[in-house]
């Protein structure tokens, strides 16, 4: 079961993203809604908390603690050409970020880059397919042509996602330790 529901008028915002209710396979319920500038200090935390596999996989790399210029990339957004959503779940009266996806579109040619992360414990629940269809979904409404994210090629639950949502894959030209999978946004 979802529910749209809209989100309140904010300068950093466009207007057209919504936010939606979810339940998971195994019947929890979480939010997923627009990364907002606040969520910085929880943005934070969630790249703090994942395994190191998972920020390896992430971030191409190893990333144990953002540093303030990475924290500034990911929550200050330009809205013209970056999308962010979360996925929150509540705890203790406080939203705690258990999963991110986001696109920024390049220059001039229809095209965007997506990459996305769960929290270990919240993984084959089918939360980075929600958090995925909802990126295209909002893509595809923009006019985005082509959604494309640069992986590590032994990163098997990137792919596996990947080939569920139709994306094609191909090895990197530029690196041959990376995969590149596109996904066509035009019907």
């Known amino acids: ?3 749209d529901t809209p989100i309140p008028d904010s300068p950093s915002l466009p207007r057209d993203v919504p936010r939606w ?3 998971l396979r195994d019947r929890t319920h979480v939010i997923i809604r627009p990364l907002v500038p606040q969520d910085r200090d929880e943005e934070r935390r969630f790249i703090e908390q994942l395994s190191s596999e998972a920020c390896y996989f992430r971030f191409l790399g190893t990333v144990r603690h953002p540093s303030e210029a990475l924290l500034d990339r990911l929550t200050q957004l330009d809205p013209s050409r970056d999308v962010a959503f979360v996925a929150v779940h509540a705890e203790d009266a ?8 986001r696109y920024s ?3 001039g ?3 965007c ?3 996305v992360v769960v929290d270990d414990e919240w993984q084959n629940r089918g939360l980075g397919t929600l958090l995925m269809r909802r990126l295209i979904e909002v893509a595809r409404a923009r006019g985005i042509r082509t959604m494309y994210s ?4 032994d990163n098997v639950r990137m792919s596996d996602l990947a080939q569920d949502l139709g994306f094609q894959r191909r090895v990197d030209p530029d690196d041959g330790s990376q995969v590149i999978h596109e996904l066509s946004l035009v019907a």
């Open 113 to 115: 880059e997506c990459a």
């Open 150 to 153: 640069i992986d590590l090629a």
């Open 21 to 23: 209710s979810e339940v």
């Open 105 to 107: 579109v390049d220059a």
């Open 1 to 3: 079961m979802q529910h």
């Open 109 to 111: 040619d229809g095209r």
């Open 94 to 101: 406080h939203e705690k970020i258990i999963g991110v996806s």
